[in-house]
């Protein structure tokens, strides 16, 4: 009896101090059924909670993807898409990767190629060979129409997807005013209910014997420039640049990386991270652009440049679509210290600067919060169905910014 009362007597602490301690935390863990964070600050771990666990970040990834393209092709780099002509008037496209490759890029193409002499178009051979992908689909893709399923290409315009408008009669139009409809488009039309769309193109069966990517870029380019009066058939092909074909004019894309960088993880967009990941990879390692290259760069930039070590991190792509991608808080944290000179790219988003990152059941964020007495860097990572996510946001501020102090950092991000 004299040993049981002291051992009786401590467990009796411990279950009634507990709940103290949890609740004396930064953060109510109380919120987290499955799931981690870690809080930084001045240099310090303020507090952790299952930080070296491993977890799905869903979009959160992106961030390693934006850095690791960044240090690889450089802030002010520009993809380029170029155009040639053979003796028969054969115009060829070799495709550069351009994530931002739009209506608007290829009308200023159109406009161009006639300033420079083109009258005449006998056809169309598209060059996508800078990718040479496994499998077109990023791994958790489910090829939905949602314009967030669309596969990735070496020659892509409109991210993969069409803009569709469709009357209560049948009546197809094309869904964006400056954008002609083309045969696809009105093709994919017919097998849509009445409205307005924009969906993935390789979501539909359609009869063609060129990869639907190539064949929209050339059915666009085409309409675009018989609106400059050029004369041109629509025959349309996948092949590869022959050396003796002139090269025309060289495309650059309309926005340098940095600033597709900002975009795409603005809107969190799945295709242009995949594209940034793919010509990163390709960059490094030499084309053609795969899956494997990819991931072997977002590897080697976690591994040597930022100091992550393998067992903290499993990347498949570049976007946060793979389920299979697995990091710990801990990591993450190491990518924000390294992003941190490119923070002024992330959205503002509840008083901080931050990435998102959103799945059925995977709730995520990571970012910095500047706050009167030092940044706070932030990991939360959820893997449940409840998304407190928020909640857990609003509990960090309280605690270090509980009056929403403007620092010169949030008031350089406010004006943009």
């Known amino acids: 009896m004299t040993f049981r009362r002291p051992l009786l007597f401590t467990v009796f602490l411990i279950f009634t101090l507990l709940p103290q301690l949890v609740a004396g935390t930064i953060l109510p863990r109380n919120k987290i059924t499955n799931g981690g964070y870690i809080l930084y600050k001045n240099g310090n771990i303020v507090e952790q909670f299952r930080a070296s666990e491993l977890f799905v970040p869903a979009s959160t990834i992106k961030l390693l993807t934006a850095y690791s393209a960044l240090k690889t092709l450089g802030p002010e780099f520009r993809f380029t898409t170029s155009f040639y002509l ?4 054969v115009l060829y496209i070799r495709g550069g990767g351009d994530p931002v490759l739009t209506t608007e890029s290829l009308t200023s193409a159109a406009q161009e190629l006639k300033r420079r002499g083109i009258t ?13 992908l496994e499998q077109p689909l990023p791994d958790g893709s489910e090829n939905s129409a949602n314009p967030y399923d669309v596969a990735n290409s070496g020659l892509a315009v409109n991210f993969n997807s069409i803009a569709v408008a469709k009357a209560k009669d049948g009546t197809i139009t094309s869904g964006e005013k400056h954008t ?8 994919i039309g017919q097998q849509l209910k009445p409205g307005k769309h924009r969906v993935n193109i390789n979501a539909f069966e359609v009869r063609s014997s060129t990869p639907l990517p190539l064949r929209y870029s050339a059915e666009l380019l085409h309409e675009l420039l018989v609106q400059e009066g050029i004369k041109a058939e629509a025959v349309i092909r996948p092949g590869k640049v022959p050396t003796n074909a002139k090269l025309i004019y060289d495309h650059l894309s309309s926005q340098s990386l940095v600033e597709i960088v900002r975009s795409c993880l603005y809107v ?4 242009i991270a995949n594209q940034l990941a793919l010509t990163a990879g390709a960059q490094h390692f030499g084309a053609p652009a795969t899956w494997e290259k990819a991931r072997q760069l977002l590897t080697h930039f976690a591994t040597n440049r930022i100091g992550i070590s393998k067992k903290e991190l499993q990347v498949v792509e570049g976007s946060g679509l793979s389920r299979q ?13 390294a992003f941190e000179p490119y923070r002024e790219l992330l959205p503002e988003k509840y008083g901080a600067q931050l990435k998102s990152g959103t799945m059925s059941n995977v709730f995520c964020y990571a970012g910095y919060l500047d706050a009167p007495e030092g940044n706070v860097l932030f990991v939360l990572m959820l893997n449940q169905p409840e998304n407190t996510r928020k909640m857990l946001l ?4 309280k605690q270090f910014n509980p009056v ?3 620092t010169p950092a949030t008031a350089k991000i406010s004006k943009k």
């Open 325 to 337: 991608t697995r990091i710990t808080p801990i990591a993450m944290l190491k990518i924000l210290r």
């Open 180 to 187: 002609p409809l083309t045969v696809l488009g009105r093709e």
């Open 86 to 89: 053979d003796a028969n008037h």
């Open 404 to 406: 929403g102090v403007v």
């Open 268 to 271: 969190s967009n799945n295709f």
């Open 394 to 397: 609003s509990s960090l501020e």
């Open 120 to 132: 005449k178009v006998s056809g169309y051979v598209l060059d996508d060979s800078l990718f040479a």
